[in-house]
């Protein structure tokens, strides 16, 4: 297994999420909320990611665990654990999937098994706030044909050249 960056994500009403990798014509898709969360958060900070799949097709199983960046020591003299890692498990059964946590306080790094959505929900929104990289989004809306209501969205994420380079 190799690491991706998640370059485009579209969703469509009722279907599944589709993530546009790095690769050259590569794609992965899920309808699991928390792992298009988890890569979600991958695309917004640009943090490479691995990918395990269902066999060999398209369908998210697995991400493994990623930092922001080059992983991060803790501060030494730190009494607050950080957000280093996150990453998704799925038990044994395939049936109940979780939000695994990797908390660093100084040069100690734990684990923590997150099952509930809410608290999963704002991690992940902490994870994508904290130290943000210089971005640059967009968000392009589809409607149904009556204009009333959107039935597709498509983001796309790269990152701002340097200045010089502007």
């Not at 020591?73 to 109940?96: C, N, V, W, Y």
């Amino acid at each position: 297994m190799h690491s991706v960056n998640v370059t485009e994500i579209s969703v469509t009403v009722g279907g599944e999420c589709i993530f546009a990798l790095d690769q050259q014509n590569e794609s992965v898709v899920s309808t699991s909320r928390l792992i298009q969360g988890v890569l979600t958060a991958a695309c917004l900070t640009n943090s490479p990611v691995t990918i395990e799949r269902v066999g060999k097709t398209s369908v998210v199983q697995r991400i493994d665990a990623f930092s922001k960046g080059p992983k991060k020591t803790g501060d030494s003299s730190s009494k607050e654990p950080h957000l280093s890692r996150i990453a998704t498990q799925k038990m044994f059964d395939g049936r109940e999937e979780h939000l695994e946590v990797f908390l660093l306080k100084g040069a100690d790094e734990k684990q923590y098994l997150i099952y509930d959505p809410s608290l999963q929900q704002l991690i992940l929104a902490g994870f994508i706030a904290s130290e943000p990289p210089p971005k640059t989004v967009t968000l392009t809306f589809d409607f149904d044909a009556t204009g009333t209501d959107i039935v597709s969205v498509h983001l796309s994420s790269a990152p701002v050249p340097p200045p010089n380079l502007r």
